[in-house]
């Protein structure tokens, strides 16, 4: 059975959801697991209610499960290590788009711009950064409403600097995508520095023989 098929039934069978899976250098082994996303009613929107977060008892959990069920499959690695998504948490499909719209987000495209680039910015641009932004469909289409980015190339003003109010605002810019047009997407890991939470909490077990397991 494929790394991929063993570790997302594991997993999913405890309950979480399988966000990555990579191979290092020196054998180990690192799978990232969120809890499954269930969008918010407008009355806990209202009430502020936060995200439910992956904990460390969590990655416990799967990581002992992981174990048992890597060992019977034959599978060879070194160290295992699970944890939650960090804060440059990659976005794998159409929930995850839908969870972090108003996020910014970078994109990487399969293929440059080319023609489609209109001029506005370079034809051999593949990589995005942008508010991420639901595009829906145009009345009568019969594709799934789509995605978009949104962004402005204004220059960042430096610590202390004061902005004209008269100063005219930099045009915006928008790139629609499919999903399928893209190579990777992850939120951009912009720290706040101003009180900015992450939406899941960091969660991690690092196991070498079954026994080390730090908090």
Same mark, same amino acid.
């Given at each position: 059975?494929?790394?991929?098929?063993?570790?997302?039934?594991?997993?999913?069978?405890?309950?979480?959801?399988?966000?990555?899976?990579?191979?290092?250098?020196?054998?180990?082994?690192?799978?990232?697991?969120?809890?499954?996303?269930?969008?918010?009613?407008?009355?806990?929107?209202?009430?502020?209610?936060?995200?439910?977060?992956?904990?460390?008892?969590?990655?416990?959990?799967?990581?002992?499960?992981?174990?048992?069920?890597?060992?019977?499959?034959?599978?060879?690695?070194?160290?295992?290590?699970?944890?939650?998504?960090?804060?440059?948490?990659?976005?794998?499909?159409?929930?995850?788009?839908?969870?972090?719209?108003?996020?910014?987000?970078?994109?990487?495209?399969?293929?440059?711009?080319?023609?489609?680039?209109?001029?506005?910015?370079?034809?051999?641009?593949?990589?995005?950064?942008?508010?991420?932004?639901?595009?829906? +469909?145009?009345?009568?289409?019969?594709?799934?409403?789509?995605?978009?980015?949104?962004?402005?190339?204004?220059?960042?003003?430096?610590?202390?600097?004061?902005?004209? +109010? +008269?100063?005219?605002?930099?045009?915006?810019?928008?790139?629609?995508?499919?999903?399928?047009?893209?190579?990777?997407?992850?939120?951009?890991?912009?720290?706040?520095?101003?009180?900015?939470?992450? +939406?899941?909490?960091?969660?991690?077990?690092?196991?070498?023989?079954?026994?080390?397991?730090?908090?």
């Amino acid at each position: 059975m494929a790394l991929q098929q063993i570790v997302e039934q594991t997993v999913a069978g405890l309950g979480y959801d399988l966000v990555e899976i990579e191979r290092s250098a020196g054998g180990l082994l690192r799978v990232t697991i969120d809890l499954p996303w269930v969008a918010p009613t407008s009355e806990a929107v209202a009430a502020g209610v936060p995200e439910p977060f992956v904990t460390v008892e969590d990655c416990e959990k799967v990581t002992r499960q992981l174990q048992f069920s890597l060992e019977v499959d034959g599978v060879d690695y070194k160290r295992l290590e699970v944890s939650s998504p960090g804060i440059d948490r990659p976005l794998r499909n159409e929930q995850d788009f839908e969870r972090f719209v108003g996020a910014v987000i970078d994109i990487t495209l399969k293929a440059p711009m080319g023609a489609a680039a209109g001029g506005q910015v370079s034809a051999t641009r593949k990589k995005f950064r942008g508010t991420l932004e639901r595009a829906e +469909k145009a009345e009568g289409a019969d594709a799934a409403p789509g995605w978009q980015i949104v962004w402005s190339d204004a220059p960042k003003p430096k610590p202390g600097q004061k902005v004209s +109010k +008269k100063r005219a605002p930099a045009p915006l810019h928008a790139l629609g995508f499919a999903l399928d047009e893209l190579r990777d997407a992850r939120l951009a890991p912009i720290v706040d520095f101003k009180g900015r939470k992450a +939406k899941t909490q960091p969660g991690f077990s690092d196991i070498d023989d079954g026994t080390n397991v730090p908090d």
